[in-house]
């Protein structure tokens, strides 16, 4: 475009800022600066290296006007053609070059209809004067929008303000979705038209103050429906800087004024080249088990995390457990294998004894995130790390999943009698070790449920063998306990009194 | 003459009239049993029966005191020895003998030679049918009462354990039998071949027996069928000719001590005299067949877990044997 257009361009440019300057003053001087800043525009515009710099002062800038020129331009080609009474119509333009819209900048020339009063002279309530003006504010062009009428000095122009405002901010907002304010025409809700200390001419302290004036809680009376928190303990850095980092202000074509589409691929496009912090775009696409929440929901991310603030961490919606049990408290079908996925929900009410993590989720390595990986894994049940679904599985070379946390001597010690490495001896024989460290070793949940039991030790109830779900029939002593699984008969154990399990074996 | 007419009278009456006051109801006379022990019913007719006496033809003796243990049908778990069985029942009122029933079945060793084919005058009846199990119904819940797949915590709620829990008893046990879940190789669905059989036992499990027992075992199938030498029974499928699926005394649940097992088909093979002394077999107390050989499938010629390399002198014949210290 540029390239195809651009000599065309520069030689417009040139030619009326000619026009201009010649216009306003003349003057041999003057006219050799202007050609050497007409140059620097045009290599600007090329994006070429000009080999001298010149430093360009804002006055001069303001003079060259370049957004007045083009303007005029168009205006004057569409009056002509079209003959239109009404040019200073509101254009629309696409979305992404929202951000780049054209600020009026006010000439001497457009305020000379108007008659500027000096800043000292401006209501008292508008004093001190703050760090930005409304430029036409700051010239003193207080008629462009008031016109005094009876009894009121500062009487509006046009009753409605949006179409002052549009007088001269010619981008009108319509999108598939409005800010509510822009539908209304309520510019002054969120801009204040005389000054203000942050930029934009907003009126909070700064641009999330100003959106949260209204979508924070407590707003309801405003007649108010979208609310965020930003007070949790956790928040996303980004909605911490600035609501306009994923949101328009004024118009957008996707839901809740999101600059794209709310996706994966939205949160993505950051979250997969922050630093310190793992790819999770080559993470989502490159496991071979992969979490429904996340691949196959309505909310995608938004179903577990929240896009604001909240008081869990990962910015959770809800407590690390409970955000899984929203959707597991119901038989889901596994994407894995097909299967069905167990009840978390209903499996916990009806088992009193919780595994740790779940009995605690914010602790360490708490939720069912300690075990289990919420954004897909490359293990089954998307477990963080590789887990024997086998009833036998033996020690050697395996590196269980549950070392994690607990202590591997609970396993390997072949006698023993500290109760903190384990309390399943028969006298000092580790009958932990009898069941695992062996050519037929067991696995870990051979005997334990992972989640909850209605057992001590959450030792389970069932025990799954060739499909057949056989009893454990455990049963707890002050001292020990005894087991009647379908691999046995009773055995007793004692720490105390020693039954002489495993006696045999040794000698 | 006259007193021989009388005495055969005698005996006639006699038997019509014993036979109203106890009826056996199982099992049938003349029936072909294939488990090492019966549940014997006697149906009481006469109410003034004080006492049953059961009486085996090994003297083996059971008492059923009538006002204690049973009201009108009592049942006992009886042993059988293979071979022809004769289980009699006597009804006594007081002291004195009033009623005689008896019934003679033959018990079918899968594994003893000389008890394997019955005379052709047993039948092979049935007891789990349609018909006698209306019968028990009135009293007894005839159902299948497990849970699919899953055992039951107490073994005594399963309905199966009243009359069968002889079937379990033994040092060894295999665990589903143990823990009652019978229908995961008892399935009920009463079918020869994929056909239905009206009359066959709803738990019947016809032969090959190899296809449940695969069910879970499959790891040993997959092993098994890659070698190159099968034992015949094994694979025809006839696990249960050598193993006793419910329970035994010996290792593995065979129904015999390896040798005895061996030698009950293999008659003529005889222990290597120079094994006998037990030193090629170090760590054992008895030379067994299965020391050396697999009674499975092996990829080795006569089932030998290894290759033989060199030979053992058998007298006559001539073994080639390999020893596993040298």
Redesign the interface.
């Known amino acids: 475009m540029i390239k195809k257009y651009g000599v065309k361009i520069a030689l417009l440019l040139a030619a009326l800022g000619i026009v201009a300057v010649l216009y306003q003053s003349g003057g041999g001087e003057k006219f050799g600066r202007f050609i050497a800043i007409m140059k620097q525009i045009s290599a600007n515009v090329f994006q070429k290296d000009h080999e001298e710099k010149i430093d360009i002062t804002d006055e001069e800038l303001s003079e060259v006007n370049i957004d007045k020129i083009a303007l005029d331009l168009e205006n004057r080609g569409h009056s002509s053609s079209e003959a239109s009474p009404e040019p200073a119509a509101p254009r629309e333009i696409p979305i992404d070059e929202i951000r780049f819209e054209e600020r009026p900048t006010h000439t001497k020339m457009m305020i000379k209809e108007a008659k500027p009063i000096d800043l000292k002279d401006i209501p008292a309530k508008l004093k001190p004067l703050k760090k930005y003006l409304h430029e036409p504010f700051k010239m003193g062009a207080c008629q462009i929008c008031h016109v005094p009428k009876g009894d009121n000095p500062a009487a509006l122009v046009k009753s409605n303000i949006h179409e002052i405002c549009y007088e001269c901010h010619k981008t009108k907002y319509t999108k598939e979705f409005d800010h509510k304010p822009v539908k209304e025409g309520k510019c002054t809700a969120c801009h204040d038209p005389h000054q203000s200390d942050v930029p934009k001419m907003l009126r909070g302290t700064s641009i999330n103050d100003t959106c949260l004036k209204c979508h924070e809680k407590g707003n309801e009376a405003k007649g108010m429906t979208k609310f965020i928190t930003m007070n949790g303990k956790f928040k996303h850095k980004p909605a911490e800087k600035s609501c306009l980092e994923c949101h328009e202000p004024h118009t957008s074509n996707y839901k809740t004024l999101m600059k794209k589409e709310v996706g994966l691929e939205f949160c993505l496009d950051c979250h997969s080249s922050i630093k310190d912090h793992r790819d999770m775009r080559k993470w989502i696409n490159t496991v071979r088990y992969k979490h429904g929440a996340v691949s196959d929901s309505k909310g995608k991310c938004l179903e577990c995390h929240d896009p604001h603030s909240s008081n869990y961490r990962s910015i959770l919606k809800k407590d690390p457990v409970q955000v899984c049990l929203g959707c597991h408290d119901k038989s889901l079908k596994a994407d894995e294998d097909g299967g069905m996925l167990l009840n978390i929900g209903q499996h916990l009410k009806d088992n009193p004894n919780w595994h740790k993590p779940i009995r605690d989720p914010n602790g360490k390595e708490g939720g069912c995130s300690g075990c289990h990986e919420p954004h897909g894994s490359d293990n089954f049940s998307i477990l963080k790390k590789s887990f024997t679904k086998n009833f036998y599985a033996d020690l050697e070379n395996k590196d269980f999943f549950c070392f994690k946390c607990h202590k591997e001597s609970k396993i390997t010690e072949r006698f023993t009698t500290d109760d903190d490495i384990t309390k399943f001896r028969d006298g000092d024989v580790n009958l932990h070790n009898l069941h695992v460290n062996d050519r037929k070793g067991r696995a870990c949940r051979a005997c334990h449920d992972e989640h909850a039991s209605k057992n001590k030790h959450l030792i389970r109830e069932y025990t799954d063998f060739s499909s057949v779900k056989f009893p454990l029939r455990f049963v707890d002593a002050p001292n020990g306990g005894s087991c009647a699984p379908a691999c046995h008969k009773r055995f007793e154990y004692d720490r105390a009194n020693p039954k002489g399990i495993g006696q045999k074996k040794e000698g | 003459m006259i007193l021989k007419i009388f005495c055969s009278l005698g005996v006639v009456i006699f038997g019509l009239w014993a036979s109203e006051g106890v009826e056996i109801l199982h099992p049938v006379d003349k029936k072909i049993h294939h488990e090492a022990y019966t549940g014997l019913t006697v149906k009481v007719h006469d109410r003034n029966i004080s006492k049953i006496l059961i009486l085996t033809d090994r003297n083996e003796r059971y008492t059923l005191e009538m006002t204690r243990e049973c009201d009108d049908v009592c049942s006992k778990t009886v042993k059988l020895h293979p071979g022809e069985n004769t289980i009699r029942v006597w009804g006594y009122k007081g002291e004195h003998l009033a009623y005689e029933a008896k019934s003679e079945l033959y018990y079918v060793s899968q594994s003893l030679k000389g008890y394997k084919v019955p005379p052709k005058f047993y039948k092979e009846t049935f007891f789990h049918t349609d018909k006698s199990e209306k019968e028990c119904e009135q009293c007894h819940d005839m159902s299948l009462n497990e849970m699919k797949?899953?055992?039951?915590?107490d073994v005594e709620e399963s309905n199966c354990y009243m009359c069968h829990k002889k079937t379990t008893t033994g040092k060894y046990a295999h665990?589903?039998a143990?823990?009652w879940?019978c229908s995961?190789c008892h399935s009920g669905k009463r079918e020869e071949k994929g056909k239905r059989v009206s009359e066959m036992s709803k738990y019947h499990v016809p032969d090959p027996i190899h296809v449940i027992c695969y069910?879970?075992h499959e790891k040993n199938k997959e092993i098994w069928d890659r070698k190159k030498y099968r034992h015949l029974p094994f694979d025809a499928g006839l696990c249960n000719k050598c193993h006793n699926p419910h329970a035994s005394e010996h290792s593995m649940f065979i129904r015999e001590v390896p040798n005895v097992l061996c030698t009950e088909c293999h008659g003529d093979k005889k222990f290597p005299p120079s094994m006998r002394d037990n030193s090629r077999c170090p760590g054992t107390q008895e030379p067994s067949c299965v020391k050396c050989h697999n009674p499975h499938a092996s990829d080795n010629p006569y089932f030998l877990d290894e290759p033989r390399t060199h030979t053992v002198d058998l007298g006559r014949d001539q073994f080639l044997f390999k020893s596993k210290g040298q």
């Open positions: 797949g899953v055992a039951f915590v665990a589903p143990v823990n879940v995961s069910g879970c």
